[in-house]
């Protein structure tokens, strides 16, 4: 499986941003799906993961509330949907697939990673 992230740019505090996550391969929609974020403060951390059918979701606490997954497997589409941005937010967004069905909040369950995608908030 193959991912490609992107949707990332330049955007004032208190936008809305959707990131995007094209997900290739053979088997693509058999995976769950999940979202990380890095910045220069801190190691790739756990945003949220959805699972292959879409059905289930889950979030670090942290990003819960504003940060919204969403799965389209007719489109072969992972999105991530931030509202109400704040500058802590900027980093780079990755998206990777678990080796598996359902979904994870540990790094160690995503086996591939696509390129990120960056994410700049200004106020």
């Known amino acids: 499986v193959q991912l490609q992230a992107s949707g990332g740019g330049l955007v004032q505090a208190g936008d809305s941003l959707t990131l995007a996550c094209s997900v290739s391969g053979r088997d693509s929609r058999n995976f769950g799906i999940g979202w990380f974020r890095q910045t220069p403060e801190k190691e790739r951390e756990f945003v949220a993961g959805?699972?292959?059918?879409?059905?289930?979701?889950q979030y670090q606490p942290g990003f819960m509330g504003r940060f919204k997954i969403s799965r389209d497997n007719v489109r072969n589409m992972v999105h991530l949907q931030i509202n109400s941005l704040k500058p802590e937010d900027t980093g780079v967004y990755y998206c990777?697939?678990?080796?598996?069905?359902?979904?994870?909040?540990?790094?160690?369950?995503?086996?591939?990673w696509g390129q990120g995608t960056q994410a700049t908030v200004s106020s």
């Open positions: 990777a697939a678990t080796a598996s069905a359902g979904t994870s909040s540990r790094r160690s369950s995503y086996t591939t």
């Open positions: 959805i699972d292959r059918s879409g059905g289930n979701t």
